[in-house]
């Protein structure tokens, strides 16, 4: 690389890390006093891109910019004080549930709103050209006078925030509540003004970040998830609730991208910033700037004692299994597909469950072990040429290896931080499939991955499925009320305590990455035999999405909680997408009306014995 | 006298049966909520080749009912709801999916469960050639051939130093081999000197754009598409990476990505799509007409797709005068029929039909992108020889 080419490209990585910080820093503000993990704040960018590109045909690329913001912002308002608010108090991470739903919600709408065809912003009026650099003999390269602009609005937007959070009362208040909530409420500050003027700052920042995008990059549908995992990872490599360290952050992940490119490795960027956040997240566990959170009190943090299923549960539960192995009487058609999908999410959400629930511990990248599963079902079989039985049963330790190897991490971290790792680790992983042709098939999968001939009817399979998830998930419930599982607890609920009494914690816990590792490869390597392919969706974030939204459907405070939320999630899904066009609106409807009336998931229906 | 009455009730008893009979379900299944743009219109084009097979009276004597669904965009889900369809909807035939993996998904399903499967968009070439089946046949031009068509123009400008941008993953894989080696063969002095792969929907463009600007090509071939090709070219265009390169991107004159590019639209990019206001065919004109009239919006290349795709059934199943899987396979072999965008024939080799499309240049015109000096290229001519196919399908 060339001189003026190193400087080219180092500001092309200032440029793009400029919108990147707006988002993350709204992300950051609102986790850090309210605790809501916002998925829908990839929602709010897009949205804040769409109304841009509308309003700027009306009064103009520079006013349309506070126009969009300012909806954002109203949008946000609206969620807040409407839903939000509400649900507060529930379990934690039940947030998370609704804000998934916002997220299915905003999608449909823009595709109602907006048309499904992308849409090219304008260019900024006064700032279309671009300095050239001179090489020799002819043109080194050359820099868009926006992206100067955009270069120099990211550190003005952190010397605001900086300014409005260390020079006024009301940024006192929001630091306050970001280092201990309780205690700040104790002292009489009224946490619902706070909450909501945080929520909406956040929302500000993120339309406006979306806006200012416009002139870059079209609006279009498939925005919100691609920037909501960027902007994750940004947050958590800055530190939670660190406002600089979102900017460091997103200007360390930018420049690394834009040399990468400059150096021609561009394939790398795939997965470059989980890299940097698995790294990150090894050497200084909360972050660049981050600091030690403070433990958890208050509604969220309570947990009823773990009781024995009550007689009811028992028998419903005895009963279902026994209908489930006589329903092949009453039909060998689509009913034994869709329940064989069910059951294999079952037996996923209730290993997610086993390390959520009773282990505290939080893993937003559990698909990585239901891929690996299925992945290596598929590799033993059609690579290494094992038969289909051998393939089945021994995939599972695969799965069950890399818990052991990605759990040894992730339980030297606390909180969403260790989630957060979880989900680095299942990007790594989901990259390795998607690039790796020759053991994988990259992105197309591997095809032709078939049962054997006596299980290849769909009753036989059923049957398959039905065992071995049931018998799974019977030995996961039993684990939680063996000692084993008093330890995990004990160590989910009092480290110390814990600790002092003579319990490894961290070795509990990696033991308990490790079982549920094993369960979730088990689901996996029944999926890959029982749709016949396998690709890289199936270890991707949306698959652990998926399982965070089951397990809270259920209730993470029930243990067969995950189970009617597999059930009701994967039903949802099937029947509303056949029969409605806008499913994914629906769905997300249906969420938020379940997170409003069962806010302890549907679990709490079937409650356990007290 | 009772001779006729025998006739009379005979006749009778024939067209009560006619009328009767049960409908010809066909199982479609695509990637609505992922894809809108192309697949809206395409669901229009299949819907106006329904209404029109219908009215004309259906096939053998019996409609046509299309059973639609989403797949939701991923194998695992497509899958489902194509056993779905088979199983509980019992269709004849299945149709449809948009992206290589979810099209490889179900075409393997296909082959399980031994029912005939039309891969309308998938570009793939996997689907017919290393993962080809009995019961997959694929409707579009393949990468390979979309690739192919764009190589004689290329290898005519004589340009030297060639650069590759690609979304990474296997479409752009695949375009990026068979570019680099077609090219070698029609051109061996051709160097290859740069190459950016960045990840589907997520181009740093800026930093793409330099890095191209840098290595100083004569040419680039691209097979970006979508937001990504959106981003690249406006980046590109401020950053004066056109002005002395010539373009060549596949895809990029269909008009559900062209049309988004309005005055941005780089003059003199070499592109494969579909100049569907130009085409003065008969047959074109027809379905030209025939949309816009129904829809009152013009066609896209997905409304080509999904009216040519019903179409495809329509006349396998006139040929075959069954529903009968295995006389169905038979009756797709060989099978020639007439299209929007001409005659086209379903190979019996390896399932891929000679469909062709459209070459041309990139130009503006009143603040709209279109495509000018264009060609129409026949798929047959842009295939593979035959030995070749079989080594491939390992036949």
Redo the contacts between chains.
Sequence with gaps: ??VS?VL??FL??L??ASSLFLVAAGLSLIFGVTRIVNFAHGSFFMLGMYLAVWFSDWVGFWLALPLAAAGVAAFGFLAETLLLRRIYRAPELLQLLATFALLLLIKDFA?WAWG?????GA?APGL???F?FEGIG???????EY?LFLVSIGPLILAALWLLLNRTRWGTLVRAASQDREITGALGVDQRWLFTSVFVLGALLAGLGGALQI????A????DL?VISDAFVVVVVGGLGSIPGAFLAALLIAEV??FC??L?F??A??VMEFIIMAVVLIVRPWGLLGQMPVQVRGPGAQRRRLAPPSILLRWTLMILVGALALLPLASA??TL??LT?ILLFALFAASLHFLMGPGGLYSFGHAAFFGIGAYAAGIFFLQVKLPMELALALAPLAAAFGALIFGWFCVRLSGVYSAMLTLAFAQIVWSAA??WDALTG????L??V?PAGWLAS?TAYYFLTLLSCALAIFCLWKTVYSPFGYALRAGRDSPLRSAASGIDVRAIQWSAFIIAGLAAGIGGAL?AFS????????LGI?RSVDGLVMVMLGGIQTLSGPIWGAALFTWL??AA??NIDY??AAAGFIILVLVMVLPQGIGSLFQEKR | MKLRQILAFAALLLVSIGSEAQTIKIGELNSY?VF??FL?PYKKGWELALEEINRAGGVNGRKLEVVS??D?G????A???A??LI??ENVAVLMGTFA??VG??V???AA?RKVVFIAAEPL?D?IVWE?GNRYTFRLRPSTYMQTAMLIPEAAKLKKKRWAIVYP???YG?SATASFKKLLKQAQPDVEFI??????L??I?????V??L??A?PDAIFSSLF??DL??FV??GN???LFTNTVVFNLLAGEP?YL????D?TPEGWWVTGYPWKEIATPEHKKFRDAYQKRWNDYPRQGSVVGYAALYAIANAVKRAASTETEKLVEAFKGLAMPTPFGPIVWRSIDHQSTMGAYVGQLSKRGGEGVMVNWRFADGAQFLPPDSEVRALRKE
């Design positions: 690389m060339s080419s080219i490209q092309n990585g440029a793009s595709l499904p065809e992308d849409l090219l260019r279309q050209g671009a050239e002819s043109l080194a390269g050359a820099l868009p992206d002139p870059r990059e079209p279009n549908l498939n925005i691609s991208k834009a490119i400059g021609g561009s394939k960027t795939l058609g689509y597909v869709l999908d998607f690039q990259g992105s197309n999968g095809v032709g078939w769909k999926y749709k016949g392919s396998i690709s890289p969706e199936a949306q899904q099937d997408s056949r499913w994914r | 909520k809108p743009a809206e669904r989403d939701g991923n194998p695992g889900d899958v489902r709801v056993e779905e199983s509980r290589s993996h490889l998904a075409s393997n399903l399980q793939t996997k993962n990474n993953y296997e894989q740069a190459e950016q792969a960045p990840a929907g997520k740093d463009a800026g930093a793409v330099q890095a600007v840098e100083k979508a937001a959106q981003k406006r980046e401020t950053r004066g559900e049309d988004t590019l309005k941005e």
